[in-house]
């Protein structure tokens, strides 16, 4: 059974930094692209960056430079790392694999300004 369990939310002042991490299991974790995507009140869910199985990375524009996705395969752990944290990046941020439909529970950011 797959199972992806975010964790690392929480409430930090505009200018600080959170990082997230998603633990996979029920997959193989190494074959798969992973992604992190959010969702703020009243909006559409939308991707935030994804990493490849080789490590390839891309980021929707709004936060390249701020946020650096990475994976452990080891830990079958991916990670996101936000920084320079903006009032406008509260959502609840979900992890997903990729190609499958299968989302974690979400884990809530809160940006005060």
Known sequence: QVSLVESGGGLVQAGGSLRLSCAASGIIFSSRAMGWYRQAPGKQRELVAAI???GN???A???KGRFTISRDNAK???YL???SLKPE???IYYCKIVTLDYWGQGTQVTVSS
């Open 57 to 59: 990375t891309n980021y």
């Open 81 to 83: 790392q936000m920084n």
């Open 76 to 78: 079958n752990t991916v």
């Open 61 to 63: 524009d709004f936060v």
């Open 89 to 91: 990046d509260t959502a």
């Open 52 to 54: 490849g199985r080789a």
